[in-house]
């Protein structure tokens, strides 16, 4: 049976976190009534002229760099003609001829542990689409041009990527560089992250690549992986029963996990590019280049090597915590308030982990603020609260960033720390578990814990499980 090897390349498009459009000052924010963030120049209206916004030079610049490319520090814009309903003007300015970085690249890990670089053969810079609408129960479609205008820089791999696990690892490492720069979000449900998937096979061995095709509608890593391992297995369907596969753009259907044609796959000649005549060349200069370097953050690698060295953490808990830029910020901004980086750590790698993936959810979705995260920490190292309660309360957090203390304080949940009350109830349960008594008097000390866990039933596990052992111990050997 024949082996076939698969070939990826990706085009990622990334929503850059500019206040203003590319070419007008329009607002970029996510929503909005329909065409409310619109102006003659994003609707292009006829002799309206657009103007450059600086900030999209420096995000792309600053991506460039993060991601090893060599900057063009001479490059324009060009013009690319297609006539598509949410696309105002009937062209995009882009950049073709000199895009303003390239051949640069990242490593990742592989699926066997080792390490292997992606080429990225090119970024640059363009001005995103509207967005058509369509009508479910008539035959309209209408048109939002709110994005209209909105800047993007398009990052074009090489196809390096032989797995739907590579192409995951390389996304992951490329929006963990660019939310770490602060250029973007990177939320793949909001669309400010796009991933179109250019995919081939070819016999293992085959130095030609296959025809390739580029599927388009892909808003999570759990959609694009399903439509690589369908498209896959589509093309190799078609090779074996001696059918052609079509360069074409796909629609992947992620309900259906189906993809199906929408249009034969363009190339450059077909969108009749021309320099861009209402825009005059991008001149970056040493000086600004500088300037734009000596700006680059703290990345993950840094991150991790001072969270180990400052904080004490693990190297195994550094890397978890500083591989997305929301967790490391959560982490040091509740550190900051109440300085127990270990504890914020492990509340972190592990409930918030837990809940993370009992809920489906993504990291970027947590929602809880540092402070109520730091307040919770304060109650347990106090003992106002045991360990179990703290659980209970931190799921309280997490789905509603509640107010720990003020909860705590409404139901009741205060450890008892009166030790006349607690001595009656456990002296109360040992007389009503001589079973019990008995097994550990004749030296089945594992018999404590059965009476620790009643104690614990009777106080409604408010007690302090520390001071139950300590009491328990004092009655049963005297």
Not at 26 to 47: I, K, L, R, Y
Not at 101 to 122: S, V
Not at 255 to 261: F, G, L, Q
Not at 300 to 310: A, L, V
Request: charge should be negative.
């Amino acid at each position: 049976m024949k082996q076939y090897e698969t070939v990826i390349g990706l085009e990622v498009h990334v929503e850059l976190a500019t206040k203003t459009k590319i070419f007008c000052g329009c607002s970029t924010a996510f929503g909005g009534a329909p065409n409310s963030h619109t102006c003659p120049v994003c609707t292009g209206m006829p002799g309206s002229l657009p103007v450059l916004n600086k900030k999209v030079v420096e995000y792309a610049v600053a991506v460039g760099l993060a991601t090893n490319c060599t900057i063009t520090k001479n490059c324009k814009f060009d013009r690319k003609n297609y006539f598509y309903p949410d696309n105002p003007q009937n062209y995009q300015i882009s950049q073709l001829y000199l895009p303003i970085c390239r051949n640069g690249g990242i490593e990742i890990e592989t699926e066997a542990g080792g390490k292997k670089t992606i080429g990225i053969r090119e970024i640059h810079m363009e001005e995103d689409a509207g967005k058509l609408v369509h009508d479910e129960w008539g035959e309209n479609s209408l048109v939002d041009f709110n994005r209209s205008g909105v800047p993007l820089i398009e990052i074009v791999s090489e196809p390096d990527m032989r797995s739907a696990e590579e192409v995951i690892a390389y996304l992951e490492k490329l929006r963990m560089i660019i939310q770490y720069l602060g250029a973007s979000d990177c939320k793949l449900q909001e669309g400010s992250m796009r991933a179109d998937v250019n995919l081939s096979v070819r016999e293992a061995g085959a130095e030609e690549f296959g025809t390739r095709t580029e599927m388009k509608n892909l808003n999570s890593f759990k959609a694009i992986s399903r439509a690589i391992e369908g498209e896959r297995e589509r093309q190799i369907d078609l090779i074996e029963a001696g059918e052609k596969v079509i360069q074409e753009t796909r629609r992947w259907d992620d309900e259906k996990e189906y993809s199906y044609a929408m249009r034969s796959k363009e190339d450059a000649q077909d969108y009749r590019y021309f320099p861009e005549p209402d825009l005059v060349p991008v001149l970056i200069s040493d000086e600004w280049l500088e300037e734009i370097k000596a700006a680059q953050p703290e990345f993950q690698s840094e991150k991790m090597e001072r969270y180990q060295t400052e904080f004490g953490l693990p190297e195994y808990d550094a890397g978890i915590i500083t591989s997305n830029k929301h967790l490391a910020d959560i982490f040091e901004q509740t550190n900051a308030i109440c300085n127990s980086p270990k504890k914020v750590s492990n509340w972190l790698m592990v409930e918030t982990m837990r809940l993370l993936k009992e809920e489906d959810m993504d990291v970027e979705e947590i929602r809880f603020s540092p402070e109520n995260l730091a307040k919770l920490i304060k109650l347990t190292e106090e003992k106002v609260i045991n360990s179990s309660v703290a659980k209970e309360v931190f799921e309280k957090i997490f789905h509603e960033d509640i107010d720990p203390e003020s909860y705590v304080e409404e139901k009741g949940l205060k450890t008892v720390s009166d030790d006349g009350a607690l001595r009656s109830t456990i002296e109360k349960i040992v007389a009503e578990n001589p079973k019990s008594v008995e097994d550990y008097k004749s030296g089945k000390k594992k018999a404590i814990g059965f009476l620790v866990g009643q104690t614990m039933k009777a106080m409604q596990g408010k007690a302090d499980p520390g001071m139950v052992n300590q009491i328990l111990a004092e009655i049963l050997d005297a």
